[in-house]
């Protein structure tokens, strides 16, 4: 052992300054400020590294030499690594350690001799310089341009997904409750299929168990859609209106109503998630169309109308395809359950009045309404393809849509608390804009299922016969959804006028139902009624197109966005059940209710947009702020426990500049639970 503080070996005899040999098999090794680790050789060398290296020659200056075998190193500067039998000349003779222990100006003349014999540091540099540098024909501006195109080419996707799946869902949805009720209706196949389980009473009660439960949903849906997150909510409301499909494979009380029930708690919830993740898409196009902007970088909130232009185009994208599941939801009865219905001079014998002059739904309505009855293995086969058209969305959702929100979004939208998370969309309910927009909320409930039960079927059924209810509601469908596309004229006009426009044309539409009896059995006034098919599928697609896009325009912090779509789709619920309350009164007090709810929706909505227009202060409450545990799952990447300031050190932490984006923006902060904020 030779030199100061140094460790000997004993079975090569190294010495070594300041320096820890590990390992050394049959060799010497002299190093200064080195390690040695596992070497079967001669090393010598000044700030060096040696690992693994056998049967070979280094003679090195700030070298690392790693996995070498059979060749002859000599480098300055250098690393290397795994080099195999590379035939390098030979270093020459090593000098004895005492030689470096003595001489101070050895490792000089080291380093001019390896300097001399091998590359100088100008190459060697060189050489390191071309691996290590960008390549020449690299464009980072371009590359960057191309990232985010793609990044904006997964949102249109994620978009049109969305779409697809939401229409299939909702197609399926009613094209197989709708199939199911009119056999259910008839008596000779109730009789003959179902004589022991009082089918008719449990129809009555699967419409009970879909209308009656959402009324609960405010309470569950927002920490359903928090918990899960929205793509996920998404997911899980698909998967149950899949599973209400497979239910009818065995029709019996213990499938047909639990599975209606558990239709009526994935309905809110699944809207919900749809509305706010469509939405979620327009303003993350805008980050990536803006990325070079300091608040998108920042990931700070938006400025304020900003994202309006994408909001309005993928809303009127979804829509455009939403109502396209009223066509797909005739897909049964066009192509399958028509071919057993008899003609309107059967079904239709008994009804003496239409229209307004109806009471209820259809009376007089023939109870038998098959001339022949489908098979089981028919009926199977027609199951089977909307059983595989539902497993399709869920599919959609799954393989196609992204997330809605940031890993670490995601984490803070649910780490304010679950107590929080129940109360906020109350507490939403005292903003005045929402208060206005709850009768055009009631009305967009009102009129979607009336079209579909009372006009459907005491004007048009009533009028055509049941052979023609599938055309009357295609017609309504492909109205509705290439008139969405006049959303689109938001990008020019002013936001109420497509609104105020569908309010228009179903007032109007009311009106003319309202004093309008059409004869039984007339089928004449079939262009008239396809025509007031359309029109309200017209309305229907401004109204509820306008509505969506309002909504976003109004509220664009990501934190708000499920409360407020959650409590669109609850009075929306509220609706849908109230009309299936009032199934039994007259045509004219419905019509009444109808027009009467279209007054009051329009007079709060102007009211609204007034106090807007007088910047009128709203009342937002405030979202508090994510309490993270300090185990578990943490930040993924913005959080790093190891930068300076983390543990609280230094006056200034992250607490004073991370504020929330509900307390920052417009630097209205109060020191109370809700902030005022100008219109």
Not at 404 to 417: F, K, N, V, W
């Amino acid at each position: 052992m030779r030199g100061c503080g140094a460790h000997g070996c004993q079975c090569c005899g190294a010495g070594h300054r300041g320096a820890e040999h590990v390992g050394a098999g049959s060799g010497g090794a002299g190093h200064m400020g080195a390690r040695c680790w596992g070497c079967n050789t001669w090393v010598r060398g000044l700030g060096v590294l040696g690992i693994g290296v056998q049967s070979i020659w280094v003679q090195s200056l700030g070298v690392l030499a790693q996995g070498c075998s059979s060749g002859g190193t000599r480098h300055m500067g250098a690393r290397l690594g795994d080099a195999n039998r590379v035939p390098l000349p030979h270093p020459g003779p090593l000098l004895p350690v005492a030689a470096m222990e003595k001489d101070p100006t050895y490792y000089q003349d080291a380093a001019k001799a390896v300097g001399g014999n091998g590359l100088g540091a100008e190459g060697t540099e060189a050489q390191l310089d071309d691996f290590v540098s960008t390549h020449p024909d690299y464009n980072e501006e371009e590359e960057e341009q191309k990232y985010f195109r793609r990044k904006r080419l997964g949102v249109v996707k994620n978009v049109l997904a969305a779409s697809l799946a939401g229409m299939l869902t909702y197609g399926v949805y009613l094209g197989l409750l709708q199939m199911q009720l009119i056999l259910h209706y008839d008596e000779t196949y109730r009789e003959v299929k179902y004589s022991n389980i009082e089918l008719e009473d449990i129809d009555r009660k699967v419409l009970m168990g879909i209308n009656i439960t959402p009324v609960a949903a405010l309470l569950y849906t927002p920490i359903l859609i928090r918990f899960f997150g929205t793509k996920w909510a998404m997911f899980l409301a698909v998967g149950i209106y899949a599973l209400f499909v497979s239910s009818n494979y065995w029709e019996r009380y213990y499938t047909l109503v639990p599975s209606a029930v558990a239709i009526g708690v994935a309905i809110v919830p699944l809207w919900a998630s749809m509305g706010n993740y469509i939405t979620r898409m327009a303003q993350k196009y805008y980050e990536y169309v803006n990325y070079k902007e300091e608040h998108v970088q920042e990931q700070q909130q938006a400025p304020r109308g900003a994202c309006n232009t994408y909001i309005i185009i993928f809303q009127t994208i979804f829509y455009a395809c939403f109502h396209l599941s009223f066509v797909c939801a005739q897909m049964p009865m066009l192509f399958f359950l028509n071919n057993y219905l008899y003609q309107l001079n059967h079904t239709l014998f008994g009804v003496k009045h239409c229209g307004t002059l109806s009471h209820g739904t259809l009376p007089g309505f023939n109870k038998t309404v098959l001339q022949s009855l489908p098979r089981s293995v028919n009926l199977i086969i027609v199951e089977s393809a909307l059983m595989a058209a539902a497993f399709l969305a869920m599919l959609v959702v799954l393989v196609l849509c992204g997330s809605a929100y940031r890993p670490t979004e995601e984490i803070d939208l649910r780490s304010i608390g679950w107590g929080n998370i129940f109360q906020l969309p109350f507490k939403h309910m005292r903003d005045y804009r929402l208060r206005h927009l709850f009768p055009l909320f009631i009305y967009s409930g009102f009129e979607v299922l009336f079209v579909c039960t009372g006009f459907s079927l005491n004007y048009g059924v009533c009028t055509l016969g049941l052979e023609k209810l599938a055309y009357l509601l295609m017609a309504y469908g492909f109205s509705a959804s290439a008139c969405s596309s006049l959303a689109l004229s938001m990008l020019r006009l002013r936001r109420h006028i497509p609104l105020l426009a569908g309010i228009l044309i179903h007032a109007a539409l009311l009106v003319t139902l309202f004093f309008w009896a059409p004869e039984p059995r007339h089928v004449v006034q079939a262009p008239l009624l396809y025509t007031i098919a359309v029109l309200w599928g017209t309305g229907s697609a401004l109204n509820k197109t306008s509505i969506s896009i309002l909504l976003g325009m109004l509220y664009t912090d990501k934190e708000r966005q499920d409360f407020v779509f959650t409590i669109y789709h609850w009075w929306q619920a509220l609706a849908i059940f109230t009309v299936y309350l009032w199934s039994g009164l007259p045509m004219k007090a419905k019509l009444s209710i109808m027009l009467l709810a279209l007054v009051v929706a329009v007079g709060a909505y102007l009211w609204m947009e007034h106090k807007l227009a007088q910047h009128m202060a709203y009342r937002l409450p405030r979202i508090p702020r994510p309490r993270h545990k300090m185990h578990g799952y943490r930040y993924l990447e913005e959080d790093n426990s190891d930068e300076t300031g983390s543990e609280g050190d230094g006056g200034s932490s992250n607490d004073d500049n991370d504020r929330h984006p509900a307390e920052a923006t417009n630097a209205d902060e109060l020191p109370r639970d809700d902030e005022d904020q100008l219109g």
